[in-house]
């Protein structure tokens, strides 16, 4: 089983829709789990952590179910800018106090008009 | 302006060539990564380092090495380049496990 796991995509939704992304992850001594967005061409850049208690930031709405190792984005209200690549990034303990972070392959978004 | 720098965005380089790919943070962070990045398999990490010296195997580490001398830079090697190491390599850093990693734009190698 892979360490991230994402729904493939592609996602192709209308202006105004609401999409929600999955994710699930295999070790459970996982520590930390983040949302990214990757635009055409472009670096990664944080959108926003994941926290056991669930996140919201405007739009966007993070949940984390640490029992089932899930982890979902839901995007309501979808703007055309929110087109992108979605990645879940979990940060997996590698022994000791070290850890490394891992992606899944993201989740292609496009907001059609 | 926290900044990750890559010190060539597109190279070009010959099988058989040692290639050395220079990455560079201004934010004193303790750990730094190296991933490479595939259509249809994401981001895979190569090496990481969580301190100066320091140097961890990632999920593919075969074909690549790795440098920390000075806690800003973090070198990716290819002892002997080959064209199944064409890819975009991406470099990140971060403080800590819970905080945000900041990317480098990325460089794309092409070895023919």
């Known amino acids: 089983r892979k360490e991230v796991e994402q729904d493939p995509g592609p996602f192709n939704v209308p202006e105004g829709a609401t999409v929600a992304f999955n994710c699930t992850y295999s070790?459970?001594?996982?520590?930390?789990f983040f949302w990214y967005r990757q635009d055409c061409r472009k670096e990664p850049k944080l959108l926003m952590s994941?926290?056991?208690s669930g996140n919201e930031d405007g739009r966007f709405t993070a949940q984390l179910n640490r029992a089932s190792q899930y982890i979902s984005l839901l995007i309501r209200d979808s703007k055309l800018s929110d087109s992108a690549t979605y990645l879940c990034?979990?940060?997996?303990?590698?022994?000791?106090?070290?850890?490394?972070?891992?992606f899944g392959k993201g989740t292609l978004l496009t907001v059609n008009p | 302006d926290v900044k990750v720098t890559q010190s060539s965005r597109y190279l070009v380089k010959r099988t058989g060539e040692k290639v050395f790919l220079e990455c560079v943070q201004d934010?004193?962070?303790?750990?730094m990564f190296w991933y490479r990045q595939d259509p249809g398999l994401g981001l895979r990490l190569i090496y990481f380092?969580?301190?100066?010296?320091?140097?961890e195997k990632g999920d593919i580490p075969e074909g690549y090495s790795v440098s920390r001398e000075k806690k800003e830079r973090f070198s990716l090697i290819l002892e002997s380049a080959s064209t199944n190491q064409t890819s975009m390599y991406l470099c990140?850093?971060?403080?800590?496990?819970?905080?945000?990693?900041?990317f480098g734009q990325g460089t794309r190698l092409t070895v023919v």
């Open positions: 990034v979990v940060n997996i303990n590698s022994g000791g106090s070290n850890y490394k972070l891992t």
């Open positions: 070790n459970s001594a996982s520590q930390s």
């Open positions: 994941v926290y056991s």
């Open positions: 934010m004193d962070h303790e750990n």
């Open positions: 380092s969580y301190d100066v010296k320091m140097k």
């Open positions: 990140a850093s971060d403080r800590e496990p819970n905080t945000e990693a900041f």
